[in-house]
């Protein structure tokens, strides 16, 4: 084969077959040979239902996967920046840059951003591959510090970074933030590179929770009991961690700002209750299309609450550095390494809740 990759055509049907090696069709594109490839939970929704949204055509497929590092083949004849056999982390999109968005900085909100693994119309093919194609200004050089396994995590650290950054933490404020996989982690360990006097993360189980103390040193975790209301839960988290508010929960508590990364309706509704008033609130995980809102309780404290969506203009920059300088040590991240021909047993690891970060290694020669 000269260009293996994972072509899946629906649930839990998945095929290693030959592509087309990608051809350099703009001055500005590069080709990257595959090192590493991290599962994340849109890879296991994939398997499992087909896609998210839009489903994948099965028949022709989508070869998957988002998260991805490597090491430059060829470039086009414009770059500047990178030349083969440079290490870098990928940016696995395209906007059009002609757009409002684009224009305006805002490049991640084009709607005509070809992103990897997305389906189309048209489809765009994603990095479980062993060549890849993309723009030189999406790929981030890497210094020596940082291992090409470790880089896959620049892209969950974006998200971090992106989900911070709308967040508006400052120095000395309270964040708490829902979930501890890998994206939330990276939220509490980024809020902490922002300044933010305290975080407490929020699991339902208490393993993770332990992982998460013992990595990000300083962090404080509360367990959610899954037998009483939401309000309940805002009400102990309050009491357990000082931040009452005057004994009310009408105004919910002391705390400055809420990153929700787990998607969980139960742990949307606490962050809303145990906000102070004028409090920001950040929706990073993805969960059930519709849920049941705590509205009210959202006007009355007149809170900023934002979407989050991947990333944007200086986030990979960001989480980069931080990964340089070793400010965000996410080597005890990476759980497992499975073999390229095998990527279905990673998806199916992360399904079963195995581990943080699973990696996919890329084609071997």
């Known amino acids: 084969m000269q260009n293996p990759s994972i072509v899946l055509y629906g649930p839990k049907l998945a095929k290693l077959e030959d592509s087309p090696i990608p051809e350099i069709l703009d001055p500005h594109d590069v080709i990257v040979r595959i090192a590493y490839v991290g599962v994340c939970g849109s890879d296991v929704h994939f398997w499992h239902h087909g896609g998210i949204g839009k489903l994948i055509n099965p028949t022709t497929g989508l070869i998957v996967g988002h998260e991805a590092s490597g090491t430059i083949h060829s470039i086009g004849s414009a770059v500047t920046s990178l030349h083969p056999g440079s290490r870098v982390a990928l940016e696995p999109g395209t906007p059009c840059r002609l757009c409002k968005p684009c224009k305006s900085g805002s490049y991640h909100l084009c709607r005509k951003m070809r992103f990897a693994a997305a389906p189309g119309p048209p489809d765009t093919p994603g990095c479980l591959t062993k060549y890849f194609r993309l723009q030189e200004d999406f790929c981030y050089a890497l210094p020596n510090e940082v291992g090409l396994d470790e880089a896959v995590l620049v892209e969950p650290a974006a998200v971090g970074v992106h989900a911070v950054r709308l967040a508006d933490v400052r120095p000395g404020e309270t964040v708490v933030v829902c979930g501890s996989g890998t994206i939330g982690l990276m939220c509490a360990a980024i809020a902490r590179q922002f300044g933010a006097g305290r975080v407490i993360i929020v699991d339902i ?29 805002a009400v102990k988290l309050l009491e357990n961690f000082g931040l009452e508010e005057d004994g009310t929960d009408t105004f919910g508590g002391k705390v400055d700002c809420v990153i929700e990364a787990s998607g969980a309706a139960s742990a949307i509704e606490m962050g809303i209750h145990i906000l102070r008033p004028g409090g920001k609130f950040v929706q990073t995980g993805l969960g059930k299309p519709k849920i049941e809102f705590p509205i009210v309780a959202m006007s009355q404290k007149e809170l900023l609450v934002r979407g989050c969506f991947r990333y944007g203009a200086g986030d990979y920059e960001l989480a980069v550095g931080y990964l340089s300088k070793g400010l965000i040590d996410v080597k005890p991240l990476i759980s497992s390494l499975t073999k390229f021909e095998n990527a279905t047993e990673a998806w199916e690891k992360t399904s079963r809740g195995e581990g943080i970060k699973n990696l996919i290694q890329g084609v071997q020669d």
């Open 205 to 233: 189980l208490a393993k993770k929770l332990e992982f998460a103390k013992e990595w990000l040193q300083g962090v404080e975790t509360y367990v959610s009991d899954t037998n009483i209301s939401a309000e309940d839960n």
